[in-house]
C-alpha cells in the first residue's frame, strides 16, 4: 500500500512519501524514510520491496558521490536519471529490482525537474505524478489541480490534497507521509503529515541538507 508523490513547480520540486514499513498484514513501522537525498539538490522517492528499495536507492547515492569525487563536478538530473534508468535496465535480465523511483533535482541551468523510472527501465520527464496505490486516487487530482506555476505552498496544497484522498478512500491508508523539497537553496525535509495531527512546514536553516562527505 506504498505511495510516492511528486509536483514540480516554477523553480522547486516536492516529492513525499507514505513512511510505512509493511509485510503481509504487519506493519512492522511508521518511521521509515523512503525519499533518499541523494546529494545536496537531488531527491530520490523509492516505492518497492523494502530489500530492492534499500540496496538500490543507497547504490545510486554512492555511485553519484564517486562519479563527483572522481570528477570535480556533480551529475545533473537528467544524467542521474539516465544512470538509473541503465543501471535497472542492465539489471532486468540479471537479477531485477522491484523498486518504482520519482527522481527530483535542481540544476543551475536547467531548474527543477523530474523523472518517472520504473521497475521494468521506463523514463520519464515528468511534471507530475505519483506511484503505488495511492496514485489511483492522486492522478485525477492532479490533472484537474496542478499549474506549472505553482507556489510552494500551493504545490504541499496539492501533496495535501492527495494525502487526504488516500486517507479517505485507500482501504489500508498509509498513517504518515514525509513531505521533502528541492530548489535553489538544496534538497531538505519540509514537513510530515501524521494521522495524529499534522506537524507544520519545516523550512528553517537546520532541515536536512544532503552532503557528500
Do not use: W
Request: glycine letters at 6%.
Amino acid at each position: 500500500m506504498e505511495c510516492v508523490i511528486g509536483v514540480v513547480g516554477s523553480d522547486f520540486a516536492v516529492v513525499a512519501a507514505d513512511t510505512s514499513a509493511v509485510q503481509s498484514i504487519l506493519v512492522h513501522k511508521t518511521d521509515e524514510d523512503k525519499i533518499m537525498l541523494l546529494d545536496s539538490h537531488k531527491l530520490m522517492g523509492a516505492s518497492g520491496e523494502p530489500g530492492d528499495r534499500v540496496q538500490f536507492t543507497e547504490f545510486i547515492q554512492k555511485n553519484l558521490h564517486l562519479y563527483q569525487f572522481r570528477n570535480n563536478m556533480p551529475l545533473s538530473t537528467a544524467a542521474t536519471a539516465n544512470f538509473t534508468r541503465g543501471e535497472l535496465a542492465t539489471a532486468l535480465r540479471k537479477n531485477p529490482y522491484s523498486v518504482n523511483i520519482i527522481l527530483a533535482g535542481f540544476d543551475k541551468d536547467a531548474g527543477a525537474s523530474m523523472y518517472y523510472i520504473d521497475y521494468i527501465a521506463t523514463l520519464h520527464k515528468i511534471d507530475k505524478g505519483a506511484f503505488g496505490y495511492g496514485s489511483y486516487f492522486c492522478l485525477s487530482l492532479m490533472d484537474k489541480l496542478y499549474r506549472p506555476d505553482m507556489t510552494v505552498e500551493e504545490a504541499v496544497d496539492l501533496v495535501d490534497k492527495c494525502i487526504k484522498e488516500i486517507r479517505l478512500r485507500l482501504v489500508v491508508a498509509p498513517q504518515n507521509f514525509a513531505i521533502k523539497i528541492v530548489d535553489k537553496d538544496g534538497a531538505r525535509d519540509y514537513a510530515r503529515r501524521e494521522i495524529g495531527g499534522d506537524s507544520p512546514a519545516v523550512t528553517t536553516a537546520t532541515a536536512t541538507i544532503a552532503t557528500t562527505a
